[in-house]
């Protein structure tokens, strides 16, 4: 007999095949008070079921990002257990709110494959859609990871990449139609910006910083369900790539999120994800900074109280963000950027 997790490695893939990941995850007000705890978010709906109200809402959502990570770590098993990195995201569309109580399952199928050069790697695409416990879609996102050969010397048929589109159409994601912007406490929000403020181009420095601690960003994966070994296992890693474990990517993200609320207090909710990229790794130890740039607007289809800012988030490590680091004149980036997000936020108008 065998312990049953080995997980899949590259040339088990094959494009088209389904997955199924499992159990699903029953979410609690014990899952958001820790996620709280973890990154501090502040963002007025998803913090008092009283403001959550005064939009329409039953009470106060997940956070979007939590959902994301909890879709994301049921398909880890299946799809990156043996990743070695998790590279970026495209097409990623939030549906329909979580609340407190429902119950998160997710599949996921292979959208194409390509080997390394290397023979020892090969970079795996996959589309992972999760749902609540009516299978209604609550989540769709595509993603590509580098997982292990499990053995270099397998020969693998040529692959295929798939097309992923640079930028999703913000009104493609779904927004409960009960929310309305017309009539909440704009005095209880946080935040004085509304639409209307930001300005194409504008940039945003979020000013605070966040420390990694090892205890915390494996405390975080676990909270998602997220087994990959290169977060946890100490000894294993002494001989891997880095020679330590690496942050899962999407504790960067959140924490990116929550320092954006400085400056971007009243972007509620996450509407869509329009590309992402794990530029640098993260270890334990490293502080996290974050700054913003408006880089689209768009009105919200037949609604004249919303509108949507596509905004783009970069973070660094142990620098600053005061100067904005960013891409260096040949294209690369400044050696202390680890995150590079573009995404939608839906805003209230003024």
């Given at each position: ?125 996959v589309r992972s859609t999760g749902f609540n416990q009516n299978d209604e ?214």
């Amino acid at each position: 007999m065998t312990s049953g997790a080995a997980g899949n490695f590259f040339e088990d893939f094959r494009a088209g095949q389904i997955l199924q990941h499992g159990p699903a995850r029953s979410v609690s007000v014990g899952d958001v008070a820790l996620y709280t705890a973890l990154y501090g978010g502040r963002f007025a709906p998803q913090s008092s079921d009283v403001f959550a109200r005064s939009l329409g809402l039953p009470g106060a959502p997940l956070d979007d990002l939590l959902v994301f990570h909890l879709v994301f770590g049921k398909t880890v098993p299946e799809v990156s257990l043996n990743a070695i990195a998790n590279l970026g995201y495209a097409e990623c569309r939030f549906l329909k709110p979580v609340f407190p109580g429902d119950t998160l399952s997710a599949r996921s199928e292979v959208l194409g494959m390509r080997e390394n050069t290397n023979r020892e790697t090969g970079i795996v695409y996959v589309r992972s859609t999760g749902f609540n416990q009516n299978d209604e879609q609550v989540l769709s996102y595509a993603r590509w990871v580098m997982v292990r050969k499990r053995s270099a010397e397998k020969d693998v048929p040529n692959g295929q990449v798939p097309k992923l589109a640079t930028v999703v159409e913000p009104h493609e994601s779904t927004m409960d139609p009960r929310v309305t912007f017309e009539a909440f406490d704009r005095g209880a929000s946080g935040g004085s910006l509304y639409f209307e403020d930001y300005a194409i181009g504008a940039r945003i420095d979020h000013g605070d910083a966040m420390t990694v601690e090892e205890a915390e960003h494996m405390m975080a994966t676990r909270l998602y369900h997220n087994t990959a070994r290169v977060h946890f296992n100490a000894h294993a890693e002494k001989q891997g790539r880095f020679g330590r474990r690496i942050v899962y990517g999407g504790h960067v993200i959140s924490i990116a999120r929550a320092l954006s609320f400085n400056g971007l207090a009243n972007a509620w909710f996450v509407s869509a994800i329009n590309a992402g990229r794990h530029v640098a790794p993260c270890f334990g130890g490293d502080t996290v900074y974050a700054w913003s740039e408006i880089i689209g607007a768009a009105q919200a289809p037949s609604r004249d109280d919303m509108g949507y800012l596509r905004v783009r988030t970069v973070a660094t490590k142990d620098r600053s963000c005061a100067d904005f680091p960013d891409r260096s004149g040949d294209g690369g980036y400044d050696p202390a950027v680890i995150l590079d997000l573009d995404y939608w936020v839906l805003m209230p108008r003024a």
